[in-house]
């Protein structure tokens, strides 16, 4: 059996309303002096108020840092760690979806080891140690509360990222009533995203796919399958709004130890130059980047099938199931709202070969792709999704 390592945030907590009681959960690991990492819709919404609340009525000298945007950038970031400087905060709490997960970890980091930013850039390059963690996700979609990646815009379009186990939190607090008030079309994306990764990390052929990553990678496929439709279209439906935060997490479980691949390569250009949010980046090029590895990937596809869309067990033949399997998948955007071509998200045809030759920089994701991937195929792929 080949050899692997398996990496993970050491405690999560699911349990609705948990936010509430926010100081029993976290009680003793950020110290006395915390900064909250958040943006300032979920300010807005008031989402935050019970979580604070519960910290400064246990004592918690609370610094609020809540300017986190979409796609975050580094300027954030370093405005953060600023906040967070002058409060001289003993412990990081990140509230929010994965954007402000991903600036809460960089900013433990910096504020823990003083290092620069831009050495902690690339795979296992983090030197820490980080001051305390811990991670409240309130969109179910990118389980960064349980990977130890953070991606950082930089430059205005260029996305980065620090990879390191350093970043994972000492605690995940998953509270499935954090997610009710999410909007439909953020619930569809999230949850695209979230399987997304778990389809990735099956599939990945990174030295270090494992048995636990695909375990956890199906378990969250039949979780997120299960459940989407009725997240979106029934957005009070508490049930389904703990499947798919719990399928969210798992899938980031697997992912974060068998990394994602060319679907994810080929969305951040999207992301970046466009400012499309993650997930419909995602949605937008998955059945295309499906359909170029299906050559070299059927077998696993058909195998995943089945998790998400159980009535393809009726569908015969690895080749039939696998591509009645990228179909559903194309079907479901389109029955969850969500826009299914690049010309709806103001992309213009002109601007494809850009995208093309941006995406090839995200060489530590191609490489996971379970078929080489060059830049004439990730044009091709974009002319098909546009």
Same mark, same amino acid.
């Given at each position: 059996?080949?050899?692997?390592?398996?990496?993970?945030?050491?405690?999560?907590?699911?349990?609705?309303?948990?936010?509430?009681?926010?100081?029993?959960?976290?009680?003793? *690991?950020?110290?006395?002096?915390?900064?909250?990492?958040?943006?300032?819709?979920?300010?807005?919404?008031?989402?935050?108020?019970?979580?604070?609340?519960?910290?400064?009525?246990?004592? $918690?000298?609370?610094?609020?840092?809540?300017?986190?945007?979409?796609?975050?950038?580094?300027?954030?970031?370093?405005?953060?760690?600023?906040?967070?400087?002058?409060?001289?905060?003993?412990?990081?709490?990140?509230?929010?979806?994965?954007?402000?997960?991903?600036?809460?970890?960089? &900013?433990?980091?910096?504020?823990?080891?003083?290092? @620069?930013?831009?050495?902690?850039?690339?795979?296992?390059? +983090?030197?820490?140690?980080?001051?305390?963690? &811990?991670?409240?996700?309130?969109?179910?979609?990118?389980?960064?509360?349980?990977?130890?990646?953070?991606?950082?815009?930089?430059?205005?379009?260029?996305? %980065?990222?620090?990879?390191? @186990?350093?970043?994972?939190?000492?605690? #995940?607090?998953?509270?499935?009533?954090?997610?009710?008030?999410? @909007?439909?079309?953020?619930?569809?994306?999230?949850?695209?995203?979230?399987?997304?990764?778990?389809?990735?990390?099956?599939?990945?052929?990174? +030295?270090?796919?494992?048995?636990?990553?695909?375990?956890?990678?199906?378990?969250? $496929?039949?979780?997120?399958?299960?459940? =989407?439709?009725?997240? &979106?279209?029934?957005?009070?439906? *508490?049930?389904?709004?703990?499947?798919? $935060?719990?399928?969210?997490?798992?899938?980031?479980?697997?992912?974060?130890?068998?990394?994602? /691949?060319?679907?994810?390569?080929?969305?951040?250009?999207? !992301?970046? =130059?466009?400012?499309?949010?993650? !997930?419909?980046?995602?949605?937008?090029?998955?059945?295309?980047?499906?359909?170029?590895?299906?050559?070299?990937?059927?077998?696993?596809?058909?195998? =995943? /099938?089945?998790?998400?869309?159980?009535?393809?067990?009726?569908?015969?033949?690895?080749?039939? %199931?696998? #591509? /009645?399997?990228?179909?559903?998948?194309?079907?479901?955007?389109? %029955?969850?709202?969500?826009?299914?071509?690049?010309?709806?998200?103001? =992309?213009?045809?002109?601007?494809?070969? *850009?995208? +093309?030759?941006?995406?090839?920089?995200?060489? *530590?994701?191609?490489?996971?792709?379970? %078929?080489?991937?060059?830049?004439?195929?990730?044009?091709?792929?974009?002319?098909?999704?546009?």
């Amino acid at each position: 059996m080949q050899p692997f390592q398996f990496n993970t945030t050491p405690q999560v907590v699911f349990r609705p309303g948990a936010a509430t009681d926010f100081a029993s959960v976290v009680a003793g *690991r950020c110290g006395t002096r915390t900064l909250v990492v958040t943006d300032p819709g979920l300010r807005r919404l008031g989402l935050c108020d019970p979580a604070l609340g519960s910290l400064e009525q246990a004592g $918690l000298v609370v610094t609020v840092f809540d300017r986190v945007e979409a796609d975050p950038s580094l300027a954030t970031v370093m405005a953060a760690v600023e906040a967070g400087r002058a409060a001289g905060v003993t412990g990081v709490i990140g509230f929010g979806g994965g954007s402000s997960l991903d600036v809460a970890k960089v &900013v433990a980091l910096l504020l823990g080891s003083g290092e @620069p930013i831009d050495s902690a850039w690339g795979v296992g390059n +983090a030197k820490g140690p980080r001051l305390p963690l &811990v991670l409240v996700p309130t969109t179910a979609g990118t389980g960064s509360e349980v990977t130890p990646v953070s991606i950082i815009t930089v430059g205005g379009e260029e996305k %980065r990222g620090v990879s390191s @186990p350093i970043l994972l939190p000492d605690l #995940a607090l998953l509270d499935p009533d954090l997610t009710l008030g999410l @909007p439909a079309p953020i619930t569809a994306a999230t949850g695209v995203d979230a399987m997304v990764h778990a389809i990735e990390a099956y599939a990945s052929k990174n +030295a270090n796919n494992n048995l636990l990553s695909k375990m956890l990678a199906r378990q969250a $496929l039949q979780l997120l399958g299960a459940n =989407i439709e009725t997240a &979106v279209f029934d957005g009070s439906n *508490r049930q389904a709004r703990g499947a798919m $935060l719990l399928g969210s997490m798992l899938a980031g479980q697997a992912f974060a130890n068998s990394p994602v /691949a060319a679907v994810h390569a080929l969305a951040y250009p999207i !992301g970046g =130059i466009f400012h499309v949010p993650h !997930g419909l980046s995602n949605a937008l090029v998955l059945p295309h980047v499906l359909r170029f590895n299906a050559p070299d990937a059927a077998a696993l596809y058909a195998e =995943i /099938a089945v998790d998400v869309f159980p009535d393809l067990v009726a569908v015969e033949g690895t080749q039939g %199931r696998c #591509a /009645a399997f990228i179909e559903r998948l194309s079907d479901l955007s389109r %029955r969850l709202g969500l826009q299914t071509r690049l010309r709806d998200v103001g =992309i213009g045809e002109a601007d494809l070969p *850009r995208m +093309a030759k941006d995406a090839m920089k995200q060489t *530590r994701l191609l490489v996971n792709n379970p %078929r080489d991937l060059a830049e004439a195929d990730a044009l091709a792929i974009y002319r098909a999704a546009w």
